[in-house]
């Protein structure tokens, strides 16, 4: 292009803007503004600082032109073939490049505020460190494209295009980037602060320290997405992920206090250390969820799946886990209260009672209508407790005194609490559980008081306050049910009513007895010499035949038809863990791959007869000292129960 002879306005004046001996020509610092050069072909021109403000370019060849530096403010360029072209540091605000094809330009610094860009092809550009606010991009082709520390503010980038684009440290804040396409772009470091991306493909995005303060991510695909470190949320703004997707997410560290995550798929995201304080998770699913250390704290887990999540060591202080489902789910050290010393037992007080919170059983067993009382009278319900705790047929052998101390610090604890915190639907509960309660037998009622009073004042150990937690409190009211019917549902003399039957049933929810594990050991010592009737059997035939031999010996229970549904469940999830035995043609029902033990000599039968009746003695004194200490405490702690499965 050096060689090229310098042209100007009049020269071009005199020749057809679509001669092709225009390719290549050298315009360099030429003032061509409000030129009209609609369909020339310009190709590897050079119009390096020209002056084209307001020039008529539509449809024009530019492509591998130099136009570096150029001014081409409010130029129309629509449809212009820039392939290749170098139009870094380009003034191109107010510019119209809509539809126009830029593949592959250098655009490093160019300026395109307020530019039109809709419909362009910029796969593969460069627009590093561009300015492009308030640029209008919709629906344009920017996979692959470079756009690091580019200024992207309030640009529309509505169903835009940018796969694998590089977007790190850009600025994004209130972009419009409403079903964009996202997959695997870096984003690392960018601010996406209140950005529009609902319904936005992020799959494979990386979005690490990212700050996604008060953006809109509903319905957005995140699945894969590297979110370590990002910030999407403060005191201040929250962040929407309204049924986002955010499967195996990554999420360590992540920032996500008081975000909008109702409906979330969460499935298998990494979750580790996140804060989620003051997060609403109504209905979300996080199952596999990796939540170790991470903060819940005043989080919004109604109806939300926590099954098979690792929530070891997650603050779940506060939290409404209210039909919050954790079956499976490792809450090792995880704590639901500041004094929580043994999370065990507060985990299986507050997962037994999401579980009865809508069971329909235990609802119509203790009379809970859509009439019921809203209303809950902490007061009134403490001085019905202590009347009859005061009355000399009650409580006879026990400290009244103490007692009714006891019950005044824990109401007094529940009575400094917000009164909205009790919902209606906990006070259409604890309404009629107070009132069941006291209509039965004097014995379940004194062991009702009783057992509510242990597990709030009681709650848990430690030099500090052992009371229960405003939540647990409330959780106790209906809860105590159970363990009230657990306790008489053997005296002798004790009138076993339909009621009672079913409480009694329910409260062992949970706990299945005998334990499953046993029962497939069982089954598989029963094939043993068959394995001509195995063989003669399909998968399904094989399957179908240990769940039909576990249903049989649950089925001796007194709770099978009451505990039916969980039953089943347990049986089916064990039948599936097991499927590899079915496939098995060469052995009989053989779990792990070892061989059957074989018979156990007359010795070794005797041997072990001689430890079982030592271990069925030591056992029964067990269970006689236990009754005893049961029988003057009257307190039945369900937490501490050893369980054998839980459902």
């Known amino acids: 292009m050096a060689d090229e002879p310098m042209a100007n306005e009049e020269y071009l004046r005199d020749r057809d803007s679509r001669d092709d001996r225009l390719r290549g020509i050298n315009l360099e610092g030429t003032n061509l503004s409000n030129f009209d050069l609609e369909g020339a072909d310009l190709q590897g021109a050079n119009l390096r600082d020209a002056d084209l403000q307001g020039a008529k370019l539509e449809g024009a060849n530019l492509e591998g032109a130099n136009l570096e530096g150029a001014k081409l403010r409010g130029a129309n360029l629509e449809g212009a073939k820039l ?43 460069n627009l590093q460190g561009a300015n492009l606010r308030y640029a209008n991009l919709e629906g344009a082709n920017l996979e692959e494209a470079k756009l690091r520390d580019a200024n992207l503010e309030e640009a529309n980038l509505e ?71 990002a ?13 986002a997707n955010l499967t195996h ?27 989620l304080t003051h997060a609403d998770l109504r209905d979300a699913n996080l199952t596999y969820a990796d939540l170790r250390d991470a903060t819940l704290e005043d989080a919004n887990l109604i109806g939300a799946n926590l099954n098979n999540t690792n929530s070891r060591n997650v603050n779940f202080i506060n939290a409404d886990i209210t039909n919050a489902t954790f079956h499976g789910a490792t809450l090792a050290d995880a704590f639901f209260t500041e004094q929580e010393q043994e999370p065990g037992v ?15 059983k235990f609802l119509q067993t ?37 007692l009714i101390s006891n019950l005044n610090q824990v109401i007094s604890k529940i009575l400094l609490c917000d009164p909205t915190e009790t919902t209606p639907e906990n006070a259409k509960r604890m309404n009629q559980a107070v009132l069941f309660a006291f209509n039965q037998d004097k014995r379940f009622t004194e062991a009702y008081i009783s057992v509510f009073i242990d597990e709030t004042y009681s709650a848990y150990s430690g030099d500090g306050d052992t009371t229960s937690c405003t939540a647990g409190i409330r959780e106790r009211f209906y809860m105590s049910l159970l363990g009230a019917a657990a306790q008489v549902y053997n005296i002798e003399g004790f009138v076993k009513t339909s009621e009672i039957t079913t409480l009694y049933c329910l409260s062992k929810i949970g706990i299945i007895q005998p334990d499953p594990n046993s029962l497939m050991e069982q089954w598989s010592e029963s094939w043993d010499g068959k394995l001509d009737e195995w063989q003669g059997m399909d998968v399904n035939g094989r399957k179908e035949h240990i769940m039909n031999f576990m249903r049989e010996e649950y089925k001796k229970d007194d709770c099978y038809e009451v505990n039916k549904e969980d039953i089943e469940k347990t049986i089916k999830k064990k039948a599936e863990e097991i499927s590899y035995v079915f496939e098995d043609q060469e052995n009989a029902a053989q779990f792990g ?55």
């Open 593 to 647: 791959g070892g061989k059957r033990k074989t018979k156990k000599t007359k010795k070794t039968k005797k041997t072990k007869k001689t430890k079982k009746s030592k271990k069925s003695k030591k056992t029964k004194k067990t269970k006689k000292t236990r009754n005893r200490k049961q029988k003057n405490k009257r307190v039945s702690r369900k937490g501490k129960r050893g369980t054998k499965e839980i459902i």
């Open 366 to 402: 203790i009379g809970v209508t859509s009439s019921s009382n809203t209303n809950f009278d902490y007061s009134a319900v403490k001085t019905q407790f202590v009347d009859f705790i005061n009355d000399d047929n009650n409580f006879t052998s026990i400290n009244k005194e103490e």
């Open 249 to 275: 997410a990554d999420l360590e560290d992540a920032d996500l206090e008081g975000a909008d995550l109702r409906d979330a798929n969460l499935e298998n995201a990494n979750l580790e250390s996140a804060n």
């Open 83 to 125: 392939r290749d072209a170098n139009l870094e540091e380009a003034k191109l605000r107010d510019a119209n490049l809509r539809d126009a094809n830029l593949t592959g330009a250098k655009l490093q610094r160019a300026d395109l505020t307020d530019t039109t860009l809709e419909g362009a092809n910029l796969e593969g550009a």
């Open 231 to 243: 910030v999407l949320s403060t005191v201040s703004t929250t962040t929407n992920l309204r049924n």
């Open 346 to 360: 507060a985990y299986e007080v507050h997962t037994t009672s999401n579980r009865m919170f809508n069971n329909e």
């Open 159 to 229: 169903e835009a295009k940018l796969r694998d684009a590089n977007l790190e440290e850009a600025n994004l804040e209130e972009a419009n980037l409403t079903g964009a396409k996202l997959q695997r772009a870096k984003l690392r470091n960018a601010n996406l602060q209140g950005a529009k991306l609902e319904g936005a493909d992020l799959e494979g995005a990386d979005l690490r320290d990212t700050n996604l303060e008060g953006a809109d991510l509903r319905d957005a695909n995140l699945t894969y997405a590297h979110l370590r470190g």
